[in-house]
Antibody
Framework: EVQLQQSGPELRRPGSSVKLSCKAS????????MHWVKHRPEHGLEWIGW????????KYAQKFQSKATLTADTSSNTAYMQLSSLTSEDTATYFC????????WGQGVMVTVSS | DVVLTQTPVSLSVTLGDQASISCRSS???????????LEWYLQKPGQSPQLLIY???NRFSGVPDRFIGSGSGTDFTLKISRVEPEDLGVYYC?????????FGSGTKLEIK
């Protein structure tokens, strides 16, 4: 059974960074792209970018180019997203989703940025 | 960037009735390989988004045949026949034809 297990909720100060994890089971992450998506109820869903864990190639939406860094560790079958220079605008729930057609999603991780 | 305009913003439907959601793209979503990378997702309250439809009209595994996707080029529609209580939530269209990939702004389905 395919599952994506994301790390727990995070509380961070403005200006700091956070690294989120997404551990896959039931398949090898090298077989599919991994996408990351941001959700804020008042803004809907936003696509952040994808990583190809097989070769580390990444693609980002322009607005996340300097905000997010996607990496993957094939030995642990885990994808990561680091968010830097956090502001209140980064307070959101972040999802990982398996590519092709984004058919399996993690449960989401809530990141709160507050002083 | 491709803009996906969803209408209506919200929809209140009686159980058993049909619901229809439109997704209009600012550019054609047909890729050079002939495939149209248009998908529909449902995000139920407090849950992750779930894939309903991919490639305009293909239902994902386990999705009831009450969900029907159609369209081409720049105009797409999701129809939900015989709406059931578990259908409530926010529906999003999504395109993966053009970079960056983009979501529609969402349509909230409520049950009357």
């Amino acid at each position: 059974e395919v599952q994506l297990q994301q790390s727990g909720p995070e509380l961070r100060r403005p200006g700091s960074s956070v690294k989120l994890s997404c551990k896959a089971s039931g398949y090898s992450i090298t077989d599919y792209l991994m996408h990351w998506v941001k959700h804020r109820p008042e803004h809907g869903l936003e696509w952040i970018g994808w990583i190809d864990p097989e070769d580390g190639e990444t693609k980002y939406a322009q607005k996340f180019q300097s905000k997010a860094t996607l990496t993957a560790d094939t030995s642990s079958n885990t994808a990561y997203m680091q968010l830097s220079s956090l502001t209140s605008e980064d307070t959101a729930t972040y999802f990982c989703a398996r590519g092709g057609a984004r058919d399996y999603w993690g449960q989401g991780v809530m990141v709160t940025v507050s002083s | 960037d491709v803009v996906l305009t969803q209408t209506p913003v919200s929809l209140s439907v009686t159980l058993g009735d049909q619901a229809s959601i439109s997704c209009r793209s600012s550019q054609s979503l047909e890729y050079s390989d002939g495939y149209t990378y248009l998908e529909w997702y449902l995000q139920k309250p407090g849950q992750s988004p779930q894939l309903l439809i991919y490639g305009v009209s293909n239902r994902f595994s386990g999705v009831p045949d009450r969900f029907i996707g159609s369209g081409s080029g720049t105009d797409f529609t999701l129809k939900i026949s015989r709406v059931e209580p578990e259908d409530l939530g926010v529906y999003y269209c999504f395109q993966a034809t053009h970079d960056p990939l983009t979501f529609g702004s969402g349509t909230k389905l409520e049950i009357k």
